[in-house]
């Protein structure tokens, strides 16, 4: 077999597929964020937290209830976007009229809350959680070998986002989205609801933290910790994409994830850091972030 | 056309309308009444209150009281998003063209609330510079096609009381020209408007009735066709 770069094809490839692994759920995690900061102006830092839930949500209903990976797939994200209707109206909402700080307070105290009790009753071991049936195996590309489940965790991913991003960039739900994050006021007095508007966002954001808990439960465990694990990475992919931007966080999520799997082959020692890196230089190049508009 | 405005029914009636910003009272009982199919302009100074005015018709100040009745309905208390579906078109004076959307998204972005709203054909011909620039990112339209576009967009929803802040702020005087060409059929095909304007002339052109508003009142009411005997008063109210 031929080399690249001095360095085995297979594993060259086989980190870069886990780095469009990891990118797939920095994306979406990024893109949940980025939806919720446009719109509310809350860096949402119990994402890290409603990621955990949606993966023990699954974990949950397959074995208290017996319903396994496709029904966790639907209703994981429901029951995470309801939790985030609640903590939005409830908690949240009472906020939007003082500085940003105090969101990310909330939701900082949320998070720490929610993975504290899920630690008291699960501990941190974490709880293994079976890839479904049909997307056992995998395939042989010649130059590599895919397992279908990692396929299927990209390619669901891409589509989500890719979804996600339409919705928002050419339909007019999304135009009215774009507008109310810029002009609210202006877009109430077009006779919209503004409010139920942001509920509806926060929840649907969570909810996509939800989605990307179910994809991650077969690969990584399911643990009270497997969301502050990822959040951090998260938070910076959401700043070198530009705040609230929606391609940035998709395009960045990925690049990222297969900048980090391109370190681990030719450097690995800075594997860890090369996210940060990253965010430095950009912070220091162009300050609203890759796709991000200056305000 | 004989001036029946008294034996016209009042569309919108403001009594006793007082606004707060924060702490800061601003309005200290506004009356004002529109009948309908007129249009009426609020001249003033800078801080008069005319825009907070029109903010408190569409709930959009901090605290309010009073009482504003738009077609019998009061308006005071009612939800905000409410406001506009009773058929109320609020064009504001930033004109609030939204960045992030194209022309086209911007014209279709406030929804219809009552039928009898012009089309899109219909309001290419009263606004021709708009047509085939749908794709046109909102804010890289002129001034002036800025201001046909915030216009334009309300006359899609069917609102029939149109509340119009400074229309012609900051633009040309050939442009100017336009808006109120374009102003005047909007009053041929019926809407009734509410106008702020600082720019007496201009609202001398296609005004019915002038009300004069100074620190949070209103001070006087001219009729248009008594301008002319009005204006050393006037000049003295806006300081001219």
Redesign the interface.
């Known amino acids: 077999m031929f080399d690249l770069l001095g360095v085995p094809p297979q594993v060259l490839f086989g980190q870069l597929l886990l780095g469009l692994i990891n990118g797939s759920f920095y994306a979406l995690l990024s893109l949940g964020l980025a939806v919720i900061f446009g719109m509310l102006n809350v860096i949402n830092f119990a994402h890290g937290a409603l990621y955990m839930i949606g993966a023990f949500v699954a974990w949950l209903l397959l074995t208290k209830l017996g319903l396994g990976y496709w029904w966790a797939l639907g209703l994981s994200p429901l029951i995470v976007g309801l939790l985030g209707v609640v903590l939005e109206k409830t908690m949240l909402s009472r906020l939007y009229k003082l500085d940003h700080l105090y969101g990310l307070l909330l939701t900082f105290g949320l998070a720490l809350i929610m993975e504290g009790a899920f630690r008291h009753f699960y501990g941190v071991s974490g709880q293994p959680y079976p890839i479904p049936d049909a997307l056992k195996g995998g395939q042989n590309l010649g130059f590599m070998f895919l397992p279908n489940y990692r396929g299927w965790v990209v390619v669901a991913s891409l589509v989500v986002c890719f979804g996600t991003w339409f919705a928002i960039e050419r339909t007019?739900l999304g135009?009215?989205l774009?507008?109310a994050?810029?002009?609210p006021?202006?877009?109430?007095?077009?006779?919209?609801?503004?409010p139920v508007m942001i509920t509806a966002t926060y929840g649907f954001g969570v909810a996509l933290a939800g989605l990307a808990g179910v994809l991650a439960a077969p690969i990584y465990q399911v643990s009270p910790l497997m969301g502050s694990n990822l959040i951090i990475v998260v938070f910076a992919v959401v700043v070198i994409g530009g705040m609230g931007s929606i391609l940035g966080a998709i395009v960045t999520g990925l690049g990222l994830g297969l900048l980090e799997g391109l370190t681990k082959v030719f450097y690995p020692e800075a594997s860890n850091i090369v996210v940060f890196v990253v965010m430095a230089i950009v912070l220091l190049i162009k300050p609203a972030g890759l796709f991000g508009r200056e305000r | 056309m004989p001036d029946g405005a008294t034996v016209k029914t009042a569309m919108l009636e403001i009594r006793d309308l007082q606004a707060f910003y924060g702490e800061s009272h601003v309005l200290h009982g506004v009356n004002i009444d529109v009948r309908q199919g007129e249009v009426v302009t609020l001249l003033g100074r800078n801080g008069a209150g005319k825009t907070t005015t029109m903010r408190s018709i569409?709930?959009?100040v901090g605290k309010r009281n009073g009482s504003i009745r738009f077609q019998g309905k009061e308006l005071i208390g009612m939800?905000?998003?409410?406001?506009?579906?009773l058929g109320i078109g609020?064009v504001?004076e930033e004109r609030?063209i939204?960045?992030?959307?194209s022309v086209d998204?911007n014209l279709?972005?406030?929804?219809v609330?009552k039928s009898g709203g012009m089309t899109v054909p219909q309001i290419y011909e009263l606004f021709p510079n708009l047509q085939g620039r749908g794709t046109t990112q909102g804010t890289r339209l002129s001034g002036g096609e800025q201001q046909m576009l915030a216009i334009a967009r309300i006359l899609r929803?069917g609102a029939d009381l149109i509340l119009l802040d400074e229309p012609t702020e900051g633009l040309a005087p050939v442009i100017i020209e336009q808006i109120g060409v374009a102003v005047r059929k909007l009053k041929q095909r019926g809407f009734t408007i509410v106008l702020v304007e600082q720019n007496f002339r201009f609202a001398a052109t296609i005004a019915d009735r002038h009300y004069v508003m100074e620190e949070g009142h209103v001070v006087d009411m001219i009729p248009n066709d008594q301008l002319a005997q009005n204006m050393d008063k006037l000049h003295t109210y806006l300081g001219v």
């Open positions: 007019r135009a009215y774009r507008a994050t810029e002009n006021v202006l877009v109430q007095a077009f006779g919209i609801n503004v | 569409m709930g959009i939800a905000q998003h409410k406001i506009p579906r609020y504001p609030g939204f960045s992030s959307l998204e279709m972005l406030p929804p609330v929803t």
